[in-house]
Each structure stands twice: as structure tokens, then as C-alpha cells.
């Protein structure tokens, strides 16, 4: 479909108040994702119950919460190829309709006093990491889809989205972490924690509490897997930690793989073993959770959530040295799932948007330095606000 048509399909789908989602996977390679949408054609609420069903889901950082989803079945789908250079160069500087500097002294004495709070827990062996987060408005003058646009032009390397439900309004965001992808019984994650400022290369040193940080990521979903026992435990891959780039930031990533054993209820099992991961909670995971809700002062919502493709129906191509008819038909549909952790969002609500940030704070956490990196998210989402 032309891009015109795509966005302006958008545009009458918010005006009719019918759920979607549209989205663009991360670039594989050097090979541009196409831009897709899944449009509901009515406004019925559904839940996701098994993750057996096939849809876009949209879930809470609250795993005491059901996800929503748009079920395939409910819905209209569309592509369009709509490419863009990244170009982090034309980032924009806050413009005046940002937070006026006496509200920001007032978010930063509040974010710091919490992660010293976090700091102390931590250090009475309460905790080992916690991830403190908090949410900030801007004004915009930008409508939905021309945010959604810029997005879509500034973020190549991350999974960007436009989602809106009549039970949660209109979310975006250019999330730059895997929560699992699933194709049969194949399975990719990722542990992504540590921050800091790109600087045109990726050839930088880590301190020793990022390298920290990201261990203890990386440890607790490997663990998680194995005690889970719906993987394969001799085919899990857990490659050495690596540096990646997301927009004008670079994380630490350790990518995990492995086999998934046969059975029906694993992919729901997967997702319960990961949700809420380190990189969004901490650890121990329970214990972290209730820290982030008795503390934060803010409800997170779908923030640290997670969303993306469940069980979609993928062509995959037919191996032509096949004599069996039958398998021939079977093997040329596959269901995957991609879904990924809601980071780098906002939610958008009449020329506001509230947009999330947040860090993972362990016993060598600075709270000034922690107030800078969520300054440092917060600002590549503010340049998709203006022209
Ligand atoms: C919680 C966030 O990021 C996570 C992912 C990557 C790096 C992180 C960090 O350095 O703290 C966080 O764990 C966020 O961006 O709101």
C-alpha cells in the first residue's frame, strides 16, 4: 500500500475508535523491515489467556495484569514500505514547550532521593538490583501519526510502534529490546542493560557497575530458562556481552538462544519466565516488584510491559526435495511470535505526551548520575515531538 493511504487508514481507524497496532521490526541486516498494521474492525476488548491465541499483544509491567490483544482473526492487515535514513544528527534540542526548569529541579531531587532509597535497600541485602523509573509530560503540538512518522524516520535499528485501544489510548515508542522471538521451536532473547552516551563509535569501555549491571541480567534469565524446564538445556547459547547501539544511546546485550521442548503451553511458560526481566524489574524479581510499586509514586501501565506479534501466520518456503504432499502443505505455514519489552515509550493524550524512563540501580548507582541517563532517554523521545 502507498504511504499516504497507510497513514491516512491510521487516521480514520482513531477516528472510528477501533484498536491497532502498527509497527516496524527492527532492520535485520541491512535489510529494511516493512512497516505493517493490524486493524481490529470492531471495538471489542479481548484478553490474551493462554498465549495460545494469534494477534498483536500489548501487556502491563504488572504481571498480575492480563495483556490485551488485537486477534488475527478480528483484524485487517496492511504493509507499507515507508524508509527512512536514521539520522541522528538532526536530533532536535528541547524546544520551550519542555518542562520548565523549576518542575524538572522538583522530578530530580524526587528520582534521586527514590534511587538513594533503592541504593540503601540494596545494601541492607534486601535487594540486588532494583530498576526505578518515572514518567514526565510534554507538551506537543504534533499530531499522533506525524510523531509516529518522525519515529519511524529516526529509528532503523528498533522495534517502533503506533498501538491505540479504547482500555488504554494511544502508546508509542522505539523499543530497542527483545523480550522473546519464537519461530517453531527456535528462541531468541537478550539481556540489554547499561547506558551511556553514543558518540559516533561503538569501540568504548564499560565501568565495572555497568558490567555488574548487565551479569546480573544476563545470570537471571539464564537461570530463569533452565529451572523453567521447557528448554532444551544443551542447546542454550549465551553469547559473550557485546556493545549496541539504540538511537543516540549504546547498551550492553548478551543475546541467549536455544530449543524449546515440544509441548503445547511452553511459549506461555517462556514469557512467565521472563516478564518482567532484570533489565525492567530487578532482582530478586518479587521483591524488586513490590519495591517498584510501593515506591515509584507513579503507575508504570504498560511502560516496561510488552507487545508485539503472537503466533502470526508466516509463509515459509516449501523444501522441494519433499515427497509427501501433506508435509509439503505443513511446512509452508509457520506461526511466530516477536515481542518486546516496552522501553523508550510514551503514552499521548491531547497535545501531552507522558513519556518513561528509567534505570537499573545497583549498590554502586550515583542517583545524579541515574537522574542523567533517564535525562538522556527522555531526550531522543522529545525530538520526535517537534517538526
Ligand atoms: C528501563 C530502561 O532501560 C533498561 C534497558 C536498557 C538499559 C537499562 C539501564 O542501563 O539501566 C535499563 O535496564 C528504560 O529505558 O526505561
Not at 516488584?289 to 508485539?308: A, C, D, V
Request: proline content about 4%; charged content about 30%.
Amino acid at each position: 500500500m502507498n504511504k499516504d493511504n497507510f497513514f491516512t487508514v491510521l487516521e480514520e481507524q482513531l477516528d472510528k475508535g477501533f484498536p491497532f497496532a502498527a509497527y516496524r521490526k527492527p532492520m535485520h541486516g541491512e535489510k529494511m523491515e516493512k512497516t505493517k498494521a493490524l486493524l481490529q474492525q470492531d471495538n471489542v476488548t479481548h484478553y490474551v489467556e493462554d498465549y495460545k491465541e494469534s494477534g498483536f499483544v500489548f501487556a502491563p509491567f504488572d504481571n498480575e495484569n492480563r495483556g490485551l490483544i488485537i486477534p488475527s482473526e478480528a483484524a485487517e492487515e496492511l504493509f507499507t514500505e515507508y524508509t527512512f535514513e536514521e539520522d541522528h544528527k538532526n536530533v532536535k534540542k528541547e524546544g520551550p514547550n519542555f518542562p520548565p526548569n523549576q518542575l524538572r529541579k522538583l522530578a530530580r531531587v524526587e528520582h534521586e532521593n527514590l534511587v538513594q532509597k533503592a541504593v540503601d535497600k540494596i545494601k541492607e541485602g534486601k535487594l540486588l538490583k532494583v530498576v526505578i523509573s518515572r514518567s514526565e509530560n510534554v507538551q506537543t503540538q504534533l499530531k499522533v501519526i506525524e510523531i509516529f512518522k518522525n519515529i519511524l524516520k529516526k529509528y532503523n535499528s528498533a522495534f517502533v510502534y503506533l498501538w491505540f485501544h479504547p482500555e488504554t489510548g494511544i502508546w508509542m515508542g522505539a523499543t530497542p529490546e527483545t523480550l522473546v522471538s519464537v519461530e517453531r521451536n527456535r528462541f531468541e532473547t537478550m539481556a540489554l542493560a547499561g547506558t551511556q552516551a553514543f558518540h559516533d563509535t561503538l569501540d568504548v569501555q564499560w565501568g565495572d557497575k555497568e558490567k555488574e549491571e548487565q551479569q546480573i541480567v544476563t545470570n537471571s534469565i539464564v537461570d530463569g530458562l533452565q529451572k523453567s524446564e521447557i528448554i532444551v538445556p544443551d542447546k542454550l547459547q549465551v553469547s559473550e556481552a557485546y556493545t549496541a547501539k539504540a538511537g543516540n544511546l549504546l547498551h550492553l546485550r548478551t543475546d541467549i538462544n536455544g530449543n524449546l521442548k515440544a509441548g503445547t503451553s511452553a511459549l506461555k511458560q517462556l514469557i512467565k519466565s521472563l516478564h518482567p526481566t532484570p533489565a525492567v524489574c530487578g532482582l530478586p524479581k518479587d521483591a524488586a516488584k513490590r519495591f517498584i510499586l510501593e515506591n515509584e509514586g507513579y503507575h508504570r501501565h504498560f511502560y516496561s510491559g510488552f507487545l508485539g506479534e503472537l503466533n502470526l501466520k508466516r509463509e515459509i518456503k516449501r523444501n522441494s526435495n519433499r515427497r509427501n504432499q501433506e508435509n509439503q502443505a505443513y511446512a509452508s505455514i509457520s506461526r511466530s511470535t516477536s515481542l518486546f519489552v516496552n522501553l523508550r515509550c510514551m503514552k499521548i493524550r491531547e497535545g501531552t505526551a507522558e513519556l518513561f524512563t528509567g534505570g537499573g540501580i545497583t549498590k554502586d548507582s550515583n542517583p545524579s548520575l541515574e537522574w542523567e541517563e533517564t535525562v538522556n532517554k527522555a531526550h531522543t523521545m522529545k525530538s520526535v515531538l517537534v517538526k
